[in-house]
């Protein structure tokens, strides 16, 4: 299935599909047509519908995150270009058309073969718990500290009809397993 990548093609959808939407997710950077009346497009149409807003930059895209966080509900970033990334999306989100409202989802697992990506992200969240609201992971991760939970959504990734995995290393599991890993939020890609 290919990517939309007017931004035309993807209003139609959203607004065939808004009823059954509990979050949307994108990568703008794969947008050809996208600019600010781009965004206002979104926002009229998140607003009428009301779902929040992700925006999945890829890592490579860094210097468009701080920018991200003005608009968009939940913005992810690895952490492997440091706290600064953290800190300057925190502070964009902060004074936004969304006046705080902007979450950051740490990237915590991987779902391809080998990754080496894992679970790192747990060392920061405790830093950034105001603007940290979760982790994109395969699974519940364990966010206790000095002995009390912490309550952090989990995004899971990596989901399928079938577990298993294919030529490229990727690694599947069904929605099902999913949701029995403590996984609150399942996000939808290719695999479905």
Not at 20 to 29: A, C, L, P, Q
Not at 35 to 57: C, M, R, Y
Request: overall charge negative; aromatic content about 8%; some cysteine.
């Amino acid at each position: 299935m290919p990517f939309l990548t007017d931004f035309k093609l993807i209003l139609i959808c959203l607004e065939v599909l808004s009823p059954y939407i509990s979050i949307f997710k994108t990568h703008v950077d794969l947008v050809k047509d996208f600019d600010s009346s781009t965004v206002q497009g979104l926002q009229a149409l998140i607003e009428e519908h009301n779902f929040p807003f992700f925006e999945d930059l890829n890592i490579d895209a860094i210097s468009r995150r701080p920018r991200t966080a003005e608009w968009a509900h939940f913005v992810n970033s690895s952490i492997s270009a440091g706290e600064g990334t953290i800190e300057g999306l925190r502070e964009v989100g902060q004074y936004s058309d969304l006046k705080g409202q902007c979450g950051l989802l740490l990237l915590a697992e991987m779902s391809t073969k080998g990754s080496l990506v894992t679970g790192s992200a747990l060392i920061l969240h405790g830093n950034y718990s105001n603007f940290v609201l979760g982790f994109v992971a395969n699974r519940q991760l364990d966010t206790s500290r000095e002995g009390h939970a912490v309550d952090f959504l989990t995004f899971a990734i990596g989901i399928n009809r079938a577990t298993g995995g294919d030529s490229l290393g990727q690694q599947y599991q069904t929605p099902e397993e999913a949701i029995r890993r403590g996984s609150d939020i399942i996000i939808v890609g290719r695999g479905i």
